[in-house]
């Protein structure tokens, strides 16, 4: 009777708290204007990883009304659980787009999907939680190549401390200078790791690379467990929604209209944006207007779409399908981190860290509104290939050892089946295993590439400001001028959080907003 009685209460107190999350995820999707409110002082185009960021700290710092436009919904008690990843993917809470038929990789599948978060919080809602900054010489890279000066290692670091809340003490207090425990977004080191991570590690330790901590940025070369997007107080996962959208009471100066895809951008005769056209939730198109700034955070995929529309991008394309070209910018170009994708199991993925093929988005000119035309162009650069090549032949010799020789399989591909009986036909096995199963990581970047006016792939400048345009600014992953190596969800909040440093800086220095 006593154990029913514990049970009962046990599954109450759950049932309880799930229904309280969700009215949360709920009150926050509906914080929308209680008129008809249609002139705000900033608009900000999608609600993900960074969207969710600049809505917080623009609201909460100027005197200023902010609206947020996102395309998908509210997060639920699913989108809570970090192990529920691989629920997330193919269904409401993903764009569900496909890529064009490869043909360096990935020639195993037609095509193939690409997940993107459509869902406040974004892809840092459906993510699979991994935490890394990068290394500290991307930063400095995009200083010194880029002339993104405010962006080096040492300016960066300081907006990713003002984020973080890192309960790993080893990491915020004794390897740190700084304490990293007073920021927005919980992180934490998984406590009881899989036995068969811990062997792995072992194993990397035999091979003679050390265990190493990713947060210091500047030692890469080693073996580690993966901090995770994840507050180990509440068993919740650390989206950018739930850390910035839920970590303010009710915010009058703050509306977000959820399931509000925008269509594009308006502009004066003077390419001032004062406004953008979205459909709602039942397809109604509508209008609202800014009367500061719109900001677009939808991605790298959907930010150049949305400049498309807006006749900002290659002219050759837009003129091709009858959009009336409003400025000249280059090509939109993607960086893409490709991976050997074999199933749902414990896998070792050797990744490409820094891709130096290049992909395109493009609209498709029999629905331009619709999903848009992405190529990855994986591994065209042959020297792409030939180090992907290099770290699988790694990772299949290091699982030859002990203590993981017992437990490792290399399955036969079909098309592919030469084992790996001798060093040569194991290269060439693996050789069509990767043209054959290599895929994306799910890691975008550089569609908006920032950089310096002069450099003629800049397509927004070192002030977020699209050139050529006044009042629009791209703050996402679409800016990076290249991929970090590691995870962009974080890059991409520190990128949101000097983004957000930047436009109320210059609305303070033009009048009182405070």
């Known amino acids: 009777m006593f154990l029913n009685s514990s049970l009962t209460v046990m599954l109450l107190t759950m049932a309880h708290h799930s229904l309280f999350r969700q009215m949360e995820h709920n009150r926050i999707a509906q914080q929308a204007s209680k008129s008809n409110q249609t002139h705000f002082d900033y608009i900000i185009v999608g609600g993900g990883t960074a ?222 944006a004062i406004g953008v056209i979205y459909s709602d939730k039942n397809g109604q198109r509508l209008v609202q207007y800014a009367r500061r700034e719109i900001i677009l955070s939808s991605g790298p995929i959907n930010t150049p779409q949305i400049l498309m529309l807006s006749g900002i991008g290659p002219s050759d394309h837009l003129n091709e399908i009858g959009i009336p070209v409003l ?15 074999e199933g749902y199991y414990l896998a070792v993925d050797p990744v490409l860290a820094r891709p130096r093929s290049r992909g395109t988005v493009r609209l498709n000119p029999d629905n331009i509104e619709g999903p848009p035309l992405i190529d990855p162009n994986y591994l065209a650069n042959s020297d792409d290939f030939e180090a992907l090549l290099e770290v699988t032949k790694f990772v299949v010799k290091a699982l030859q050892n ?67 345009f006044t009042n629009l600014r791209v703050i996402d992953a679409s800016l990076m001028p290249e991929i970090p190596n590691g995870h962009i969800i974080a890059p991409t909040i520190m990128l949101a959080e000097k983004g957000s440093d930047v436009i109320i800086n210059d609305a303070l220095n033009v009048r009182n907003f405070e």
């Not at 399989?409 to 001798?422: A, H, N, Q, W």
Request: hydrophobic share 30%; charged share 20%.
């Open 51 to 272: 969207g969710c960021v600049l809505a917080h700290r623009i609201s909460s710092r100027l005197n200023a009304t902010v609206l947020l436009l996102e395309a998908g919904g509210p997060q639920s008690i699913v989108t809570d659980m970090i192990g529920n990843t691989q629920y997330l993917i193919g269904g409401e809470f993903d764009w569900n787009y496909n890529v064009q038929p490869q043909r360096y990789a990935g020639l195993a599948y037609p095509s193939f999907s690409i997940t993107r978060g459509k869902v406040l919080g974004g892809s840092s809602t459906t993510q699979w939680g991994i935490y890394n900054r990068g290394n500290s010489r991307d930063y400095d890279n995009w200083s010194e190549r880029y002339g993104l000066r405010e962006l080096a290692w040492n300016e960066a670091l300081n907006y990713f401390e003002r984020f973080e809340n890192n309960t790993d003490r080893l990491v915020s207090f004794e390897n740190d200078p700084k304490n990293r425990s007073n920021g927005l977004v919980s992180i934490s080191t998984e406590t009881k790791p899989d036995l068969l991570l811990i062997k792995f590690q072992q194993l990397m330790n035999k091979l003679g690379f050390p265990n190493i901590d990713l947060s210091n940025g500047t030692n890469q070369l080693g073996t580690t467990i993966a901090q995770m997007f994840y507050n180990d107080q509440t068993a919740i996962k650390s989206s950018t929604a739930t850390s910035y959208l839920e970590s303010q009471s009710r915010n009058n100066k703050l509306t977000i209209l959820t399931r509000s895809k925008v269509r594009r951008i308006l502009f004066d005769e003077n390419r001032r």
């Open 327 to 341: 400025r000249e910018l280059p090509q939109w170009q993607e960086y893409w981190r490709p991976y050997a994708d």
């Open 402 to 468: 002990h203590p993981l020789e017992s437990v490792s399989m290399f399955p036969s591909i079909p098309g592919c089946t030469i084992p790996c009986v001798t060093e040569h036909l194991c290269e060439t096995y693996l050789r069509c295993h990767i043209r054959k199963l290599a895929r994306s990581y799910y890691n975008f970047a550089g569609t908006a590439r920032m950089g310096l006016e002069s450099d003629p792939q800049t397509v927004v400048g070192p002030n977020f400001n699209v050139l050529g």
